[in-house]
């Protein structure tokens, strides 16, 4: 019979061979985790990085905006073609040969895109490039989860969310002095260093691997999964453009993307080892936290994409000043997230999170009071309150999908969390795009106000006052949409409520033994 944990001392082995709740984080640990932080930061850094580069490319290619947007579009797809590969790919080939193919893929590829002698040859590169993205975050999940054992998920989630958050804050930012120091060109040289350090540190530091026996290959499940999403995804990422939902472009391949998935739904319930194993459904924490995690993307995510515009738009802002107001949120978060990640090993995460929300809440409720002269002390104060929210709740929600997940299937359950994620912040981007875009539209002046960033000789065709006017408008199409955004976020609490509120070695299915600890 296992000890029960209040009587375990520190430190002790428990009965699944991981260590107790209260040991500590180990150097082993801590070195694969700096592996795993490496690739990621790369990874999730490359996107926010790029985002501010497109108008560069724009110039540089002579070609049209939405053109040259696909050079995110591309990597976004090629993440969510390569996704759901990851889990099987990870238990036939083990997760360090993985990884180092992933890390290689994306060094090639950045190097390839600072190559890139038109817009089609970048967007071609810059797919190579997120096939090796979209594994490293999965895959990283999945190391760093295996390393540490079911009782210390919390705290490495924690280190792995760092990346997570210096992404969108630092992005824009460092983007922006690229650009303007040297050339569009060392957004993706930058990755190489970082790249080489991070292949060789794989190589020595991580875990040799112990695959699985071969599984099938569930070919069927690959073409109807992951073209699926990709389409679905393009069909999402299109509403912005097209400024409505009915529109052949966003109708036509989600509607189709959106039936391939439905039907690998199907077939995985019918198979015997699916690409993505539809039978972790099973695991009641892991329902509990893929419904959390989803409204929590749309929402997260969705106001993620408003809060810099409003700064860019409303308060004409340049990028480097509206990545450097956003700052405080990451700083919030670094505060909460070690914090968080010691709590969800010790008492779970049902209430960590449920608290994380509650902020969440309140700090995005500010944002609803937008206008055209709001403090900036308010404002970066509220953002500050989010960011605290932040780090108590997305890698609190990510811990307990894993945490209770046995050793053989934490590949696949960190797979479908990242499909999630990545699925739930598309949907959410798209929603409030549009939204925002329909009540920009609105207004009679708010449009030719932000358009007069760009292009001051529009506010001197102007009535006179016009200009004040219309940044009002904006300002309060901008409150308006966060209040779509508060909505979702308040939701969120539903399901939270339900999350395992024990520590893990409590929460275990019967019968069943967490993912073990590889020492």
């Given at each position: 019979m296992?000890?029960?944990?209040?009587?375990?001392?520190?430190?002790?082995l428990?009965?699944?061979?991981?260590?107790?709740?209260?040991d500590?984080?180990?150097?082993?640990?801590?070195?694969?985790?700096?592996?795993?932080?490496?690739?990621?930061?790369m990874?999730?850094?490359?996107?926010?990085?790029?985002?501010?580069?497109?108008?560069?490319?724009?110039?540089?290619?002579?070609?049209?905006?939405?053109?040259?947007?696909?050079?995110?579009?591309?990597?976004?797809?090629?993440?969510?073609?390569?996704?759901?590969?990851?889990g099987?790919?990870?238990?036939?080939?083990?997760?360090?040969?993985?990884?180092?193919?992933?890390?290689?893929?994306?060094?090639?590829?950045?190097v390839?895109?600072?190559?890139?002698?038109?817009?089609?040859?970048?967007?071609?590169?810059?797919?190579?490039?997120?096939?090796?993205?979209?594994m490293?975050m999965p895959?990283?999940?999945?190391?760093?989860?295996?390393?540490?054992?079911?009782q210390?998920?919390?705290?490495?989630?924690?280190v792995?969310?760092?990346?997570?958050?210096?992404?969108?804050?630092?992005?824009?930012?460092?983007?922006?002095?690229?650009?303007?120091?040297?050339?569009?060109?060392?957004?993706?040289l930058?990755?190489?260093?970082?790249?080489?350090?991070?292949?060789i540190?794989?190589?020595?530091?991580?875990?040799?691997?112990d695959?699985s026996?071969?599984?099938?290959?569930?070919?069927?499940?690959?073409?109807?999964?992951?073209?699926g999403?990709?389409?679905?995804?393009?069909?999402?990422?299109?509403?912005?453009e097209?400024?409505?939902?009915?529109?052949?472009?966003?109708?036509?391949?989600?509607?189709?993307?959106?039936?391939?998935?439905?039907?690998?739904?199907?077939?995985?319930?019918?198979?015997v080892?699916?690409?993505?194993?539809?039978h972790?459904?099973?695991?009641?924490?892991?329902?509990?936290a893929v419904?959390t995690?989803t409204?929590?993307?749309?929402?997260?995510?969705?106001?993620?994409?408003?809060?810099?515009?409003?700064?860019?738009?409303?308060?004409?802002q340049?990028?480097?000043?509206?990545?450097?107001?956003?700052?405080?949120?990451?700083?919030?978060?670094?505060?909460?997230?070690p914090?968080?990640?010691?709590?969800?090993?010790k008492?779970?995460?049902?209430?960590?999170?449920?608290?994380?929300?509650?902020?969440?809440?309140i700090?995005?409720?500010?944002?609803?009071?937008?206008?055209?002269d709001?403090?900036?002390?308010?404002?970066?104060?509220?953002?500050f309150?989010?960011?605290?929210?932040?780090?108590?709740t997305m890698m609190?929600i990510?811990?307990?999908?894993?945490?209770?997940?046995?050793?053989?299937?934490?590949?696949?359950?960190s797979t479908?969390?990242n499909?999630?994620?990545q699925?739930?912040g598309?949907?959410?981007?798209?929603?409030?795009?549009?939204?925002?875009t329909?009540?920009?539209?609105?207004?009679?002046?708010?449009?030719?106000?932000?358009?007069?960033?760009?292009?001051?000789?529009?506010?001197?065709?102007?009535?006179?006052?016009?200009?004040d006017?219309?940044?009002?408008?904006?300002?309060?199409?901008?409150?308006?949409?966060?209040?779509?955004?508060?909505?979702?976020?308040a939701?969120?609490?539903?399901?939270?409520?339900?999350?395992?509120r024990?520590?893990?070695?409590?929460?275990?299915p019967?019968?069943?033994?967490?993912?073990?600890a590889?020492?």
């Amino acid at each position: 019979m296992t000890t029960p944990p209040h009587t375990r001392e520190e430190g002790e082995l428990t009965s699944d061979g991981s260590v107790g709740p209260d040991d500590k984080l180990d150097a082993a640990v801590f070195k694969i985790a700096g592996v795993v932080v490496l690739g990621a930061i790369m990874s999730i850094l490359d996107m926010t990085v790029v985002s501010v580069a497109i108008p560069t490319f724009q110039s540089e290619f002579h070609t049209t905006y939405a053109i040259a947007a696909w050079a995110m579009t591309g990597y976004t797809l090629a993440l969510a073609t390569v996704i759901p590969l990851t889990g099987w790919a990870a238990d036939r080939f083990g997760t360090k040969r993985l990884y180092i193919l992933a890390l290689v893929l994306f060094v090639l590829g950045s190097v390839l895109c600072s190559t890139a002698w038109d817009i089609e040859s970048l967007i071609g590169f810059r797919v190579i490039q997120g096939l090796g993205g979209g594994m490293l975050m999965p895959l990283g999940m999945t190391i760093m989860t295996h390393a540490a054992g079911p009782q210390r998920v919390g705290r490495v989630m924690a280190v792995l969310g760092v990346p997570m958050l210096l992404g969108p804050i630092s992005g824009p930012i460092l983007g922006g002095w690229l650009i303007e120091s040297a050339s569009w060109h060392w957004i993706f040289l930058i990755n190489v260093p970082i790249g080489i350090v991070a292949l060789i540190a794989a190589i020595t530091l991580l875990p040799s691997d112990d695959p699985s026996p071969s599984e099938s290959f569930d070919f069927l499940g690959m073409l109807l999964l992951s073209p699926g999403l990709a389409l679905f995804l393009f069909g999402v990422s299109s509403i912005p453009e097209m400024g409505t939902i009915a529109s052949a472009r966003v109708l036509v391949p989600a509607a189709i993307g959106l039936v391939l998935m439905v039907s690998f739904v199907f077939h995985a319930l019918r198979t015997v080892h699916p690409l993505i194993d539809l039978h972790l459904f099973r695991n009641r924490n892991l329902t509990v936290a893929v419904i959390t995690m989803t409204l929590f993307a749309i929402a997260f995510f969705g106001a993620g994409l408003l809060i810099p515009s409003y700064f860019l738009q409303v308060r004409g802002q340049s990028t480097l000043h509206a990545g450097l107001m956003v700052a405080p949120q990451g700083l919030g978060a670094m505060l909460t997230m070690p914090v968080a990640g010691k709590l969800v090993d010790k008492i779970g995460p049902g209430k960590i999170v449920l608290f994380g929300i509650t902020l969440i809440g309140i700090g995005m409720a500010v944002f609803t009071q937008v206008g055209a002269d709001t403090s900036y002390a308010v404002l970066l104060g509220a953002l500050f309150v989010m960011g605290l929210g932040m780090g108590a709740t997305m890698m609190p929600i990510m811990t307990a999908a894993l945490q209770t997940l046995t050793h053989q299937e934490v590949a696949r359950g960190s797979t479908l969390m990242n499909i999630i994620n990545q699925t739930g912040g598309s949907i959410g981007t798209a929603t409030m795009s549009v939204i925002l875009t329909n009540l920009i539209k609105s207004h009679d002046f708010a449009g030719p106000a932000i358009a007069s960033r760009n292009d001051p000789s529009i506010a001197g065709k102007l009535p006179p006052g016009a200009l004040d006017t219309g940044f009002a408008q904006a300002g309060s199409a901008f409150g308006h949409t966060f209040i779509v955004a508060v909505v979702l976020i308040a939701l969120t609490i539903i399901p939270a409520f339900f999350l395992p509120r024990k520590r893990p070695a409590e929460t275990a299915p019967e019968g069943e033994m967490p993912a073990i600890a590889v020492h």
